[in-house]
């Protein structure tokens, strides 16, 4: 039986690694303010459709399908690899190796999404969910994929004791299976696309699964380790973790066709989402049970109130999917704006919140600098919670509105469209604070940068010479 994780850092593996992880900080959140700006301008078009429509290259089209992959490729691919890694490394307990590979890795991701979304504002995009850049775009993300991976996966093999943790046993499983879905996706979308009614299947058992089987992953990886730390508390019922392990990769895999429920597809294949979806609840119920004494602790402290949501908006996600895919509900959902806010709910909360309290932990422990102002972490906690709650509240309403209007054929689609415009603009405010949040998180990590910087290039070679006469 594996034991449960101490609350110890362990593994002197931090400051070795300090340049290739920045690295891949500072992209993520540098693509996390574009795609702040650019998910803002498309729900604003959402409300207002003539907003930015004299240009071509700025219509709705283009707007979200840039707004999905760089929040996708940009913030959440280089969020997710340096937590990933990070986390594999402090637990290993073994310095990091083929840090060479990582920063080139990490150069030619970003080279290859600029590229990509370049492509979709020519109109280029594949109109493919989560795939919507250019073909010949993703064989490079996936060979970047490979060398980034590459000391997370080395620093798993050679860990320094044979007992494992269930923050590695996500952390692995998101670095081994994204390689797979990624570059199954491409083959059957977009290289040797499968046709007809195939396909819809094949598009819904990728969009669930870039979320339960990579970013998801991510999210518990950092909650297992990150909730014993902060709050000093061990998880309880440690024993039910690999339960809810297992539960995940097998029956997460095949949730996503509930969305074909009432499609021309066989009825096998939606039933066999709505099951493993209800089945999924298991899972959620474990992790629940695992954390539910340490979310007492660590109150006060923003950087465990970023889990702490970030928990509270998975299992919200999970309970919300689970109603979602019978009938009586999807019939009134399913087509609306709901499901867009059932994805913000994922990517922003139950993703986004842990990974920020894993870079406000990971930072100070890889730089030697400690955050400059707690103030500014408050702040961008109570922007990031704020900008969640709007945005996905006011997206959930306006499709549960739109859902009635549209049942009703007398109510046509223009006055569906005004009723709907005030919880738009709802998802709007929501978008701009959660804007606002990122930026306030870009520029804390500039001034830590700077302190860095200051420290090795000024600092030190001043104190060293002073030594030396």
Same mark, same amino acid.
């Given at each position: 039986m594996t034991p449960a994780p101490s609350t110890a850092a362990t593994g002197p593996t931090d400051t070795r690694a300090q340049g290739p992880l920045l690295l891949l900080l500072g992209s993520a959140l540098c693509w996390l303010v574009v795609s702040g700006v650019l998910s803002l301008v498309a729900t604003i078009q959402l409300h207002t459709p003539g907003f930015l429509s004299a240009c071509a290259w700025l219509t709705y089209g283009h707007m979200q399908a840039l707004a999905e992959s760089s929040f996708l490729y940009g913030w959440a691919a280089n969020a997710a690899f340096a937590a990933a890694i990070w986390l594999?490394?402090?637990?290993?307990?073994?310095?990091?190796?083929?840090?060479?590979?990582?920063?080139?890795?990490?150069?030619?991701?970003?080279?290859?999404l600029t590229i990509g979304l370049v492509c979709i504002l020519f109109g280029e995009a594949t109109g493919v969910p989560f795939l919507q850049m250019p073909a010949y775009i993703h064989p490079l993300l996936l060979f970047s994929c490979a060398a980034i991976s590459t000391p997370g996966i080395l620093a798993w093999t050679g860990r320094r004791q044979k007992a494992t943790f269930a923050t590695q046993w996500y952390a692995v499983a998101a670095l081994f299976l994204f390689p797979w879905l990624y570059s199954l996706a491409q083959v059957m979308l977009l290289r040797a696309p499968v046709r007809g009614v195939a396909q819809a299947v094949v598009m819904a058992w990728f969009s669930q699964n870039l979320l339960t089987l990579w970013l998801v992953p991510i999210t518990l990886a950092a909650a297992y380790y990150l909730v014993p730390k902060l709050s000093g508390r061990?998880?309880?019922?440690?024993?039910?973790?690999?339960?809810?392990?297992?539960?995940?990769?097998?029956?997460?895999?095949?949730?996503?066709?509930?969305?074909?429920?009432?499609?021309?597809?066989?009825?096998?294949?939606?039933?066999?989402?709505?099951?493993?979806?209800?089945?999924?609840?298991f899972h959620y119920a474990i992790v629940a049970l695992n954390l539910r004494e340490a979310l007492g602790g660590g109150r006060g402290n923003p950087v465990f109130s970023f889990v702490s949501f970030g928990l509270f908006a998975y299992l919200l996600s999970g309970l919300v999917n689970a109603f979602c895919s019978f009938q009586f509900a999807a019939e009134l959902v399913q087509y609306t704006y709901f499901p867009v806010a059932q994805l913000k709910l994922v990517l922003v909360g139950a993703f986004s919140l842990p990974v920020f309290a894993v870079i406000y932990t990971m930072v100070?422990?890889?730089?030697?600098?400690?955050?400059?102002?707690?103030g500014l972490i408050r702040a961008h906690l109570g922007l990031a919670l704020l900008g969640l709650v709007a945005g996905v509240l006011g997206l959930a309403l306006a499709g549960w509105v739109q859902g009635h209007e549209l049942l009703n054929?007398?109510?046509?689609?223009? &006055?569906?469209?005004?009723? *709907?415009?005030?919880?738009?603009? =709802? @998802?709007?405010?929501?978008? +701009?604070?959660?804007?606002?949040?990122?930026?306030?998180?870009?520029?804390?990590?500039?001034?830590?940068?700077? &302190?860095?910087?200051?420290? *090795?290039?000024?600092?030190?070679? =001043? @104190?060293?010479?002073?030594? +030396?006469?």
């Open positions: 594999l490394a402090r637990l290993g307990g073994a310095p990091l190796r083929a840090l060479g590979l990582l920063t080139v890795g990490t150069l030619f991701w970003n080279l290859a061990r998880v309880a019922n440690y024993d039910f973790a690999p339960h809810a392990f297992w539960t995940l990769l097998f029956c997460g895999a095949w949730s996503g066709t509930r969305v074909l429920l009432g499609g021309p597809v066989p009825a096998w294949i939606p039933a066999m989402g709505i099951v493993t979806t209800c089945i999924l609840l100070p422990l890889i730089t030697g600098v400690s955050w400059p102002s707690s054929p007398a109510v046509p689609f223009t &006055a569906i469209a005004a009723a *709907t415009r005030p919880w738009l603009s =709802v @998802a709007i405010v929501g978008d +701009a604070l959660w804007l606002l949040g990122s930026l306030v998180l870009l520029l804390h990590f500039i001034r830590v940068h700077v &302190a860095v910087v200051y420290s *090795t290039f000024v600092a030190a070679p =001043v @104190a060293a010479e002073a030594v +030396a006469s």
